[in-house]
Nanobody, 115 residues
């Protein structure tokens, strides 16, 4: 089983990026899918989560109204659309899929926002 995150990069403040996470090795349609982020020296923090069927989503207060999580179960892929990026959004972003007791993490993709 593998989660492959991509889409990170360097963007100016106010810009947008779209992250993708592709799952392989099993079907993730019944998994709750999420994005977390971690800045060097800090704990990994929750960013966004979406239910397996994609009808329910929730966000960290710091990204509400700017980020949007979505899923394409037919392609075993989920996304994080990030708009109005700020310097504080700079971090390594990790995708996650869980269906207790299993919990999978991707390796992360770096997002750097220049101020």
């Amino acid at each position: 089983v593998q989660l492959q995150a991509s889409g990170g990069g360097l963007v100016q403040a106010g810009g947008s990026l779209k992250l993708s996470c592709v799952g392989s090795g099993r079907t993730f349609s019944m998994y709750t899918k999420a994005w977390f982020r971690q800045l060097r020296g800090k704990e990994r923090e929750f960013v966004a989560v979406i239910s397996g069927h994609g009808r329910n989503a929730d966000y960290a207060d710091s990204v509400k109204g700017r980020f949007s999580i979505s899923t394409n179960n037919a392609q075993n892929t989920w996304f994080l659309q990030m708009n109005s990026l700020t310097f504080e959004d700079t971090a390594v972003y990790y995708c996650n899929a869980r269906n207790r007791p299993t919990n999978f993490w991707g390796l992360g993709t770096l997002v750097t926002v220049s101020s």
